[in-house]
């Protein structure tokens, strides 16, 4: 009996452990992330369940780029119905306002990119910045080429930015461009989390494992020579 309640309370140290040394992840909110939200309908057709229409993306900034309901142009699609896309060379931007950058924090900005069945998807480049009297410092950024995703598909690319103690002034600003072709982009997000949470090391886990293992080796030993003397 007083095995199994030394096992279960390791088990229990081990799982709080692995637990409490998780890195929290917190989502920064970007509104219209996957651009289901139009600011009008999507006025030109494009065949069998595809539509799109320019200027129509709720809480976006773009100049010649809008919503798009792709209908057979992709498999299907990361998130909803609606996609967004832009043509070069022109961008999708959004400013995160009332969200500058943590100190000692690591952020990931993540994209899915498509590739048009017709293959006139093209190179990109992707970033988040921060934005102050108009003028932009990258943090991160993410060039690629839609011509390396499989015709019809989305991939998620992303790309990561760690803060120290001295930070970049003012408010995250997302911009998402089209260097040559079509950029055709769903399902944006953006996640922080503190750099000094960390998952416990690979060693440091092994070593607590080992040192488990030990004991509940000499506790079964004991209560094996306590039965032999007991017999």
Request: charged residues 10%; aromatic residues 8%.
């Amino acid at each position: 009996m007083m095995v199994k309640k030394l096992a279960l309370a390791a088990a229990f140290v081990l799982c709080m452990t692995i637990l409490g040394g998780t890195a929290w992840a917190d989502n920064i909110p970007i509104v219209n992330p996957s651009f289901e939200v139009t600011t009008g309908p999507l006025g030109i057709a494009c065949g069998t369940g595809c539509a799109y229409g320019f200027n129509t993306i709720s809480g976006w900034s773009n100049t010649a780029g809008g919503a798009w309901q792709p209908g057979s142009f992709f498999s299907s699609i990361p998130d909803g119905s609606l996609i967004a896309f832009t043509n070069a060379a022109s961008s999708l931007s959004q400013t995160l306002t009332g969200n500058s950058v943590l100190a000692n924090s690591i952020y990931t900005f993540s994209v899915f990119v498509g590739e048009r069945s017709d293959g006139i998807s093209g190179a990109y480049s992707l970033s988040l910045d921060t934005i102050v009297g108009g003028v932009t410092t990258t943090l991160c950024s993410i060039p690629g080429n839609a011509t390396s995703i499989a015709r019809g598909t989305f991939q998620q690319v992303s790309c990561t930015y760690s803060s120290g103690s001295t930070l970049p002034s003012g408010d995250l600003f997302l911009k998402l461009t089209a260097v040559s072709g079509q950029l055709d982009v769903d399902n944006v997000s953006l996640t922080v989390q503190s750099a000094a949470t960390s998952v416990p090391e690979p060693s440091s886990m092994g070593l607590l494992s080992v040192g488990l293992l030990l004991v509940f080796s000499t506790l079964l030993v004991r209560r094996k020579k306590v039965v032999s003397l007991i017999a």
